[in-house]
């Protein structure tokens, strides 16, 4: 099992910045990769980012690159993802989880135009 706990959601208007956190624990060394998924009201989940924990190979959805940046810190379990230029579309609750397989309770990230 790995837990993950997410922190960094708020409230912030079109063009800021935000920065969430994800912290693993448990079985993490099990772990191959960490992602970052959304979903705003009335649609379903999508992938944003992830990123690998032996190499840190990234990958993210086309309409967050040049905006947001995934990164990973492998001494301390926890990933990041910085969002800068936030626009309202980007609402939604972000979701952190573990080789797709395990997922944090979500944080909400909402931007005012």
């Known amino acids: 099992q790995v837990q993950l706990v997410e922190s960094g959601g708020g409230l912030v208007q079109a063009g800021g910045s935000l920065r969430l956190s994800c912290a693993a624990s448990g079985r993490t060394f099990s772990s191959a990769a960490m992602g970052w998924f959304r979903q705003a009201p009335g649609k379903e989940r999508e992938f944003v980012a992830s990123?690998?924990?032996?190499?840190?190979?990234?990958n993210y959805k086309d309409s967050v690159k040049g905006r947001f940046a995934i990164s990973a810190d492998n001494a301390k379990n926890t990933v990041y993802l910085q969002m800068n230029d936030l626009k309202p579309e980007d609402t939604a609750v972000y979701y952190c989880n573990s080789d797709q397989t395990f997922w944090g309770q979500g944080t909400q990230v909402t931007v005012s135009s």
């Open positions: 990123i690998t924990w032996r190499l840190h190979i990234t």
